[in-house]
């Protein structure tokens, strides 16, 4: 891989990728939103190069990247809207992002791209007991994990189409910085950050997180080695007690600091497991996480205090 295209890329593990493909020497061209906010976290250099382009009108994007001198073999697609709240059940954004991401292909076989990565999602499965795989049937729950689960079928079929090597992801949970305010892990880090006692479950939930900076290399990883048509689960491969995340975020912050483990119920539908089986991804591309929780929840931490 000389050069990759990366759609969606202000978000953590948008970043992470970027850090990764450039610690790599792979030259990157980042396709940020027009007017988009998050645009500064994008720092340009000779091998990082910005590219201003909505979704809805990526068939404009080769013209764009051509114009940067980079000639990219990699197109990872992040962009995606309706991420959050009622817009994951909004039918027609998530239909939308369906075409954006077929979009996306046909941009990367006009740029000469030789291979296709995306980002799907756990939402793809809905509620699953026991490690996540490619093998685990997937019924998903809301109207973004239809859409995701949709565009890696459809896309994979495009590429096939076009000669396009295809390889779509599940990511599971994913923590560090630039990751948004409302995650447990940043939300929990925020007040303890104020000296406010975060209101917690019992945290006795079965969690599988992986550092953004991680995901990042396990992307690099599959850009290099990933096999074509597969779907790869993106997190830790190991479960551990939300509560023990939880009491790492707090030794990270505060050690005296206060947790209201509790006082919040556990929802209807609450998720009590959650871990990826990476077994392909290991062998296929070699992956293991850098960071343990506390190493990589310790470097978030110093980012959120100069977020502040």
Request: with cysteine; aromatic share 10%.
């Amino acid at each position: 891989m000389q050069a990759a295209v990366v759609t969606g890329c202000t978000g953590a593990v948008g970043l992470g990728l970027i850090d990764a493909l450039m610690k790599n020497n792979v030259k990157v061209i980042a396709v940020v939103r027009k007017n988009s906010k998050r645009s500064y976290r994008i720092k340009e250099s000779d091998s990082l190069k910005k590219v201003e382009c909505d979704l809805s009108e990526l068939d404009k994007l080769p013209q764009l990247v051509q114009a940067t001198g980079i000639k990219p073999d990699v197109f990872y697609h992040f962009g995606w809207d309706g991420t959050f709240g009622d817009c994951r059940n909004d039918m027609y954004i998530q239909n939308m992002n369906v075409k954006y991401a077929l979009d996306a292909v046909n941009a990367a076989a006009v740029m000469g791209c030789s291979a296709f990565i995306g980002a799907g999602s756990q939402a793809e499965y809905g509620r699953v007991e026991g490690k996540l795989n490619s093998q685990v049937p997937a019924f998903p729950e809301n109207g973004y994990g239809m859409a995701k689960l949709c565009a890696g079928q459809m896309t994979r079929i495009q590429c096939e189409k076009l000669g396009i090597r295809h390889i779509w992801t599940r990511i599971l949970s994913v923590y560090g910085p630039y990751d948004g305010s409302a995650t447990m892990v940043m939300s929990t880090i925020g007040k303890l950050l104020i000296g406010e006692k975060p209101s917690c479950t019992k945290g006795e939930q079965m969690w599988d997180y992986l550092y953004s900076k991680d995901a990042g290399k396990a992307f690099y990883l599959l850009g290099e080695k990933g096999i074509n048509g597969k779907v790869y689960c993106i997190g830790g491969g190991e479960a551990r007690p939300l509560k023990d995340y939880i009491e790492d975020i707090k030794d990270a912050v505060n050690p005296q600091a206060e947790i209201g483990f509790g006082e919040v119920a556990y929802g209807p539908r609450q998720v009590m497991y959650l871990c990826a089986d990476i077994q392909d991804l290991v062998k296929d591309t070699g992956f293991a996480p850098d960071y343990k929780f506390s190493e990589g929840i310790a470097e978030t931490v110093e980012w959120c205090k100069k977020e502040i």
